[in-house]
């Protein structure tokens, strides 16, 4: 069955980084386009950044652009989102997210990220 797991989240100190990935499996990672997502408590789940299905092409939300980067690993089925520069507004539950057309939708289980002093 279609699986996506996430790791690496945790308590960092504001300005320090943590690398998330997300392991797919039951589904061609390859044919897909993926994303992170974050939500905060009573907040919005909202769009963090995202990646093709060759890693050609990536977007990013505004708060995070030169901090965050996206990358893909289509061998190993695995994407990752490396945080920089952390800061406290960053604190939320990252998520990850297999998306095809408008028929496929996946989501993992969720990794928590707590930047704090």
């Known amino acids: 069955q279609v699986q996506l797991v996430e790791s690496g989240g945790g308590l960092v100190q504001p300005g320090g980084s943590l690398k998330l990935s997300c392991a797919a499996s039951?589904?061609?990672?390859?044919?897909?386009?993926m994303q992170w997502h974050r939500q905060a408590p009573g907040k919005e789940r909202e769009l963090v950044a995202g990646?093709?299905?060759?890693?050609?092409?990536?977007v990013y939300a505004d708060s995070v652009k030169g901090r965050f980067t996206i990358s893909r690993d289509n061998a190993k089925n695995t994407v990752y989102l490396q945080m920089n520069s952390l800061k406290p507004e960053d604190t939320a539950a990252y998520y990850c997210?297999?998306?095809?057309?408008?028929?496929?939708?996946?989501w993992g289980q969720g990794t928590q990220v707590t930047v704090s002093s």
């Open positions: 990646i093709g299905s060759f890693g050609s092409s990536t």
């Open positions: 997210n297999a998306r095809r057309g408008s028929s496929d939708d996946f």
């Open positions: 039951g589904f061609t990672f390859k044919n897909y386009a």
